[in-house]
């Protein structure tokens, strides 16, 4: 066969493969946009684990009719400069995760700027766009994602159940909420019973959202991290050495207001509980991260789930300074401690 330049709907296919696995990491990357856009509100409902309906609604800054026929193309981004991969802020930088949900679901995006009378809304039905067309709203973004993967059956075939879709929906929800406590959060949908997690701001704010989250019973087990070493700053909390589990689902980490899984940071809280924690039990911690951005590459995989520290000892070093600081305020002494 001779080559050819592959379709503009084709590539967007193959892309979507990779950033589009499955409803949740659909549900992130919108929530992430919500975030980004400087919502203060985001309304979450998903029905039938996500493979029916995904709604995201914000009260973000929106977009103009230019910037929404944007939105949907592929690499198309309002938050990377030329050339400032080493200096990432924002969650998204790809632009490549309305494109990608556009060419395997419908898809349609409605949104209003503080300027505009009205909104739009532009429809994308695996590939083909329409609109847009002239929608009664608020300020802010609509996003509907429908029939995820129903025209292609291969990956239809590979989600698991609606029940463990949820789970991991609820998952991918969890954290984003963990990260920004500034940000209200409404869960609905025929696949919950419904949450609402308010905004919490001020001292005490993180303290809140993790009651919120992960339950007031951590929070009243659990002493607080706060230190700053080597320009690497930790916070959140980190259960008692008696408020333990069976397994690390209840470990979360943050790095830069991102959810991240990292075996460096994994190993740290090892290393700190070692003294107190049986091999086979595991602490439960919120731990935040913040970093110079330079310092870390998060561009390691499409989902940015994983990152790469440049200092890895020292970042090792910061997590078991500051868990082994706050336990020891609370009476745990370790019989190792951190060379300085
Ligand atoms: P990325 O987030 O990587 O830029 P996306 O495909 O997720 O790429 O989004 C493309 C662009 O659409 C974003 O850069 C942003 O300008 C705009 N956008 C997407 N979602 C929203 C939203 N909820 N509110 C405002 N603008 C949005
Ligand atoms: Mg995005």
Redesign the pocket.
């Known amino acids: 066969m001779p080559i050819r330049q592959l379709p503009e709907d084709l590539i967007n296919r193959i892309a979507a493969g990779e950033v589009v696995e499955r409803p949740s990491s659909v549900v992130k ?2 929530v ?3 975030i ?2 400087g ?1 203060r509100r985001i309304t979450i409902t998903t029905a039938n684990g996500g493979m029916d309906l995904i709604r ?1 609604a ?1 009260d ?4 103009d009719r230019d ?1 929404l026929l ?2 949907v193309e592929r690499h ?5 400069g030329a050339d400032d991969l080493d200096d990432i802020r ?10 990608s949900i556009g060419s395997v679901a419908r898809l349609s ?1 409605a ?1 209003r700027t503080a300027e505009a009378e009205s909104g739009l809304v532009l429809v994308v039905d695996n590939g083909r766009r329409s609109g847009p067309m002239p929608q009664a709203m608020n300020r ?2 609509v ?1 509907e994602v429908k029939d995820l993967f129903a025209q292609i059956p291969a990956r239809r075939k590979f989600l698991k159940s609606a029940r463990s879709e949820t789970a991991a929906i609820t998952d991918v929800i969890k954290r984003l909420a963990m990260a920004n406590p500034a940000v209200h959060f409404v869960l609905e949908g025929s696949d919950r019973t419904a949450s609402n997690w308010p905004a919490v701001t001020g001292e005490g704010a993180l303290g809140g959202r993790l009651g919120q989250v992960m339950g007031a019973d951590f929070v009243e087990n659990a002493v607080t991290l706060a230190t700053a070493r080597h320009g690497i700053v930790v916070a959140g909390m980190a259960g008692l050495p008696t408020y333990t589990r069976a397994n690390s689902l209840s470990q979360f980490y943050f790095v830069n207001g991102r959810s991240v899984r990292d075996k460096v940071l994994v190993g740290a809280v090892r290393a700190a509980f070692a003294d107190y924690v049986f091999r086979d039990r595991f602490p439960v911690v919120a731990l935040y991260l913040a970093i110079d951005p330079a310092e870390v590459d998060v561009n390691v995989h499409p989902a940015k789930a994983e990152l790469r520290f440049r200092d890895q000892g020292a970042v090792r070093g910061a997590v078991i300074k500051a868990i082994g600081t706050a336990l020891a305020s609370a009476g745990f002494k370790a019989s190792t401690s951190v060379a300085e």
Do not use: Q
């Open positions: 990357e919108l992430e946009n919500s980004d856009a919502a995201i914000d973000g800054h929106g977009m910037d944007l939105s198309a981004t309002s938050k990377l924002t969650l998204g930088f790809r632009g490549e995760a309305l494109a995006v949104s802010g973004t996003i």
